[in-house]
């Protein structure tokens, strides 16, 4: 009796049938299907005419239609073909042999390595902490970048943007951080930039002892907007986790706009109607969700800085996406053209820069000498276009006179080359030595 009883939990166990939807639109980006019931968020497969299966995830639907996005360029598909849901949780497992790897945003290797191995589950989203039980920001980082360290210093588990028009030196900028940052490990996403940056990056931003310590997780431009996004989240999670693990981890994202764009491209496609600039208001709502994952956890030993290039379109500052970044980050370095057009690299603004954590995490020392900087480049501009035109006449001003005879040392202090190296605490007494 209970033998029969067993057997019959045993067939109650076996599924006597596969549920199946089918494909029956193809509009753009979007795919349409019906026929069994798919929750937002799951993954799915829709069989193509040679045979081969195209993974998507459910995006949104309407009444009975579910709608889907392909992770991958959708070919080869015809009306009603075969949609099967997966009901499998996939799990990644993650673990210290990830370092030095490369990965798309589902996690898949791309780097012709082999298998990725771990002995820990990889959480599906960037995780959620309660913000009372972040650890706060009280030690600097070091970025090996002289402006940064001496003039708009940066904590660990802080969240910082690089904020520039094209071709103004925002990604060379984020190599040299990447190579120099005194940092356990290193996640980059490149989030729909060329191709053809992604192995400059890793060659000669990176080099073979930084790959060491790095994840790179990848989705150029020509990926579908949800393998960007994907990609996106991906890399926090990843960069979540080894906090989590006690380390000290540099979190590099390019770029935040890439993201913000992709994010446009599927709520365009969902019927969203557009608002600011061609963004609809959900692009605004997930900037925040994604930026908050990053940052200091609730282990002590471990941090996670972050910083996230912004692209300013036509060098407008109030962009949109930059104006939201700027307001939801804690702090914005800004590169002007006018700067790189004279030759001062990097091309960092410092009035209009500024580091929200700075003054809780250096000295009254550091502090008064970077006011002091700050107070002498403004003196400057006020005089700059008078000097060259003989203009200007010395001794009416003591503390102008004193800001002009002081710039081209400051400028000097400023620039750096891409193979310099710039120690925080060395940056800090020059600075220092320089204002005294």
Known sequence: MIANALRNLELDAVPVATPTGRLVGASGLLLEAVGCPLHTGQRCQIETVGGDWLDAQVVGFRDKVSYLMPFKKATGLTTGARVLPIHEKTTLKIGMGWLGRMVNGLGEPIDGLGKLTGEHELDSQPPRINPLRKTPVHEPLDVG???????????????????????????????????????????????????????????????????????????????????????????????????????????????????????????????????????????????????????????????????YTVLAEGDDQQDPVVDTARAILDGHIVLTRSLAERGHYPAIDIGQSISRCMNSIISKEHMLAARSLKASMARHDRVRDLIPLGAYVPGADPVTDKAVQRHPYIEHFLCQGTKEDAPYTACVENLERLMA
Do not use: W
């Open 145 to 307: 970048v002289r402006a940064i360290n001496s003039m708009l210093t940066l904590g660990k588990g802080q969240r910082v943007g690089l904020m520039a028009g094209s071709g103004v030196g925002k990604s060379v900028l984020l190599g040299i951080i990447t190579r120099q940052t005194v940092a356990d490990v290193v996640v980059v996403g490149l989030i729909g930039e060329r191709s053809r940056e992604v192995r400059e990056f890793v060659d000669m931003s990176l080099g073979p002892e930084g790959l060491k310590k790095a994840v790179l997780v990848i989705a150029p431009a020509d990926e579908s907007p949800m393998m960007r996004v994907m990609a996106t989240e991906m890399c926090h999670t990843i960069a979540a986790y080894y906090r989590d693990q006690g380390k000290n981890v540099l979190l590099l994202v390019d770029s935040l706009t890439r993201y913000a764009m992709a994010l446009r491209e599927v709520a365009l496609a969902l019927g969203e109607p557009p608002a600011t600039k061609g963004y609809p208001p959900s692009v605004f709502s997930n900037l925040p969700q994604l930026v908050e994952s990053a940052g200091n956890g609730e282990n002590p030993s471990g941090s996670m800085s972050a910083i």
